[in-house]
């Protein structure tokens, strides 16, 4: 339980860091505020995610984008929305893009174009000139939308990378094929998921024991 919670907390950090870098540095601005594909991540995380963890990632990694680009004053508001957009969406079936999640879109929608119209008004109290940001909203929602349906059909054909089920050897196995499919060599993903011992074997010479050192740094062995 506790290994658990700590795994969502580090994917909730690194959810939080996506969305702020595809918010803050890779958006166009647009009307009083900026277009970007940021959301498209927040949906992943959702679908990745229990709601209230993919809602901490939207809130910390939209909110600090519009802090900290100049965008302050819409902080409050893309911290309430965000915050909503992660429950429209669920991680509690096998597949990332399913049913469920695709029809997420749709109060997402509502909610990012809602949501900034009616904050826009309220900060301003004009409820004409917000409405100047409505395509942009829209634009928003469909590039983000795309985004998020390629990266979770493609995070689909991968996951589950082990079968949590099977036995420690069968596990074992599930890695070692996880690393030949990216690129290592079955005698490099051994070495490194079951190393020799190394640190303090005389009978190894300096770049063996360098090698060694360095593919300890990339994963722990394998007990």
């Known amino acids: 339980m506790k290994n658990r919670t700590t795994r969502r907390i580090c994917l909730t950090a690194l959810m939080a860091a996506?969305?702020?870098v595809f918010t803050a540095y890779i958006h166009v601005p647009s009307h009083t505020g900026y277009t970007h594909v940021g959301?498209?991540?927040?949906y992943l995380a959702a679908s990745l995610l229990p709601a209230p963890f993919a809602a901490a990632a939207g809130a910390i990694g939209a909110g600090l984008a519009d802090l900290l680009s100049g965008y302050g004053i819409w902080a409050p508001g893309t911290v309430i929305i965000k915050v909503l957009t992660a429950f429209c969406f669920t991680n509690r079936r096998e597949k990332l893009v399913n049913k469920r999640n695709v029809?997420?879109?749709?109060p997402a929608l509502v909610l990012c174009v809602g949501g900034y119209y009616l904050y826009e008004a309220l900060i301003t109290g004009n409820f004409?000139?917000?409405a100047l940001g409505i395509p942009g909203y829209l634009t928003q929602v469909a590039l983000s939308s795309v985004v998020?349906?390629?990266l979770g059909s493609a995070l689909d054909r991968v996951l589950p990378?082990?079968?949590?089920e099977g036995s420690d050897s069968a596990i074992l196995d599930n890695v070692a094929e996880f690393l030949a499919m990216n690129g290592y060599s079955l005698p490099r993903a051994v070495s490194l998921l079951m190393p020799e011992p190394w640190d303090h074997n005389p009978q190894l010479d300096d770049r063996r024991r360098a090698y060694d050192a360095y593919q300890s740094m990339l994963m722990e062995p394998w007990d």
């Open 103 to 106: 029809l997420g879109i749709l």
């Open 128 to 130: 004409t000139a917000p």
């Open 39 to 42: 959301d498209g991540f927040l």
């Open 18 to 20: 996506i969305i702020y």
């Open 161 to 164: 990378v082990i079968n949590a």
């Open 148 to 150: 998020y349906l390629a």
